[in-house]
Nanobody, 126 residues
Framework: QLRLVESGGGLVQPGGSLRLSCTVS????????IGWFRQAPGKEREGVICTTARESVTNYADSVKGRFAMSRDKTENTVYLEMGSLKPEDAGVYYC???????????????????WGQGTQVTVSS
């Protein structure tokens, strides 16, 4: 059974940093590209960042370039989203998702992702 579980959300002040984790089970990270998406209240879900299975390609939403990064720890079956210089508009529920593709990922085609986690809340406020 494929499963993704996000953690690490919480309250952070504007300008602060936060690291989210996405722990996967039932599949190997070598076979799946991973994306992070977020959804704020009253807004549509938007793609934030994604990386291909072998981490050869990373795609970013323009709004997070230079501030967000992804990494993987294959020994822990975990993907991380490092978020810095956080802004109030970064707040929302963050989801990680797995795409059954090794060499391609997209932040704009959420419908292509096969498996999703339950989400973790990020609040950016002073």
């Amino acid at each position: 059974q494929l499963r993704l579980v996000e953690s690490g959300g919480g309250l952070v002040q504007p300008g602060g940093s936060l690291r989210l984790s996405c722990t996967v089970s039932g599949f190997t990270l070598d076979d799946y590209s991973i994306g992070w998406f977020r959804q704020a209240p009253g807004k549509e879900r938007e793609g934030v960042i994604c990386t291909t299975a072998r981490e050869s390609v990373t795609n970013y939403a323009d709004s997070v370039k230079g501030r967000f990064a992804m990494s993987r720890d294959k020994t822990e079956n975990t993907v991380y989203l490092e978020m810095g210089s956080l802004k109030p508009e970064d707040a929302g529920v963050y989801y990680c998702a797995a795409l059954s593709a090794r060499y391609w990922c997209s932040t704009s085609e959420a419908r292509r992702y096969n498996y999703w986690g339950q989400g973790t809340q990020v609040t950016v406020s002073s």
